[in-house]
């Protein structure tokens, strides 16, 4: 999943960021109107959360925007994370588009959990999902196949979450990257190439993710 955080305060942009790779999450920061509106037209977030006091603009303003401007690319859900805690402007805030409103100073913890439920929004699974052998939990970012727990890296957890939100799709290596990856990510690299390797290694035969030549890659929704 990938997340715009549109915060001016550096320190807790960065604490903030931190925390959320550390939860397998890509996230792009933007500091700025005009930043979070040049990421706003170049990418397909599956979360944004927004700060509404910018240096340049008002992020209420931007997020009016998502309904209105054809060019910008609306995100999945969004979130405003604020220090504006009067019920007019609670009121406000999702009046302009907000899925949720979160007041700070909050516990990270909090957020998270805020995120999980956004990206569960329309999914009956809740926090666990499963894909024939395939078991993961996004609670305690634990993965088993038949029972046996999997060894993963934060970014290989990624992989395989979006794989099992989208299965028997088939994906190319453009919609990993743009939705496991962050900003910095190289196109160029083969870095979705190596990460996939390995998720593949750790999850054993018979192989569950299976090359579409020319096209993508595919989880196998079906019992293998």
């Given at each position: 999943?990938?997340?715009?955080?549109?915060?001016?305060?550096?320190?807790?942009?960065?604490?903030?960021?931190?925390?959320?790779?550390?939860?397998?999450?890509?996230?792009?920061?933007?500091?700025?109107?005009?930043?979070?509106?040049?990421?706003?037209?170049?990418?397909?977030?599956?979360?944004?959360?927004?700060?509404?006091?910018?240096?340049?603009?008002?992020?209420?303003?931007?997020?009016?925007?998502?309904?209105?401007?054809?060019?910008?690319?609306?995100?999945?859900?969004?979130?405003?994370?604020?220090?504006?805690?009067?019920?007019?402007?609670?009121?406000?805030?999702?009046?302009?588009?907000?899925?949720?409103?979160?007041?700070?100073?909050?516990?990270?913890?909090?957020?998270?959990?805020?995120?999980?439920?956004?990206?569960?929004?329309?999914?009956?699974?809740?926090?666990?999902?499963?894909?024939?052998?395939?078991?993961?939990?996004?609670a305690?970012?634990?993965?088993?196949?038949?029972?046996?727990?999997?060894?993963?890296?934060p970014?290989?957890?990624?992989?395989?979450?979006?794989?099992?939100?989208?299965?028997?799709?088939v994906?190319?290596?453009?919609?990993?990257?743009?939705?496991?990856?962050?900003?910095?990510?190289?196109?160029?690299?083969?870095?979705?190439?190596?990460?996939?390797?390995?998720?593949?290694?750790k999850?054993?035969?018979?192989?569950?993710?299976?090359?579409?030549?020319?096209?993508?890659?595919?989880?196998?929704?079906?019992?293998?």
């Amino acid at each position: 999943m990938r997340i715009l955080l549109i915060e001016d305060d550096p320190d807790l942009a960065e604490l903030v960021a931190l925390g959320l790779r550390n939860e397998s999450y890509a996230v792009d920061l933007a500091t700025t109107y005009a930043e979070a509106e040049e990421s706003l037209l170049s990418t397909a977030y599956d979360v944004a959360c927004f700060d509404l006091g910018l240096p340049d603009g008002e992020g209420l303003d931007l997020l009016r925007r998502l309904t209105r401007d054809p060019e910008l690319r609306r995100p999945r859900r969004t979130i405003v994370l604020t220090a504006r805690d009067a019920v007019a402007d609670r009121v406000a805030g999702l009046d302009a588009g907000a899925d949720d409103y979160l007041v700070k100073p909050f516990h990270f913890a909090e957020l998270v959990a805020r995120v999980r439920a956004l990206s569960r929004r329309g999914d009956a699974r809740g926090t666990t999902l499963s894909v024939g052998e395939l078991t993961l939990d996004l609670a305690t970012h634990t993965a088993w196949r038949s029972g046996a727990e999997l060894d993963l890296t934060p970014r290989e957890f990624s992989l395989l979450r979006y794989f099992m939100h989208h299965p028997g799709e088939v994906l190319s290596a453009e919609d990993l990257l743009e939705h496991v990856w962050d900003s910095h990510a190289n196109p160029f690299t083969a870095s979705v190439r190596v990460i996939l390797s390995r998720l593949r290694r750790k999850l054993g035969e018979p192989a569950l993710i299976v090359t579409i030549t020319g096209a993508g890659y595919r989880l196998r929704a079906e019992p293998s």
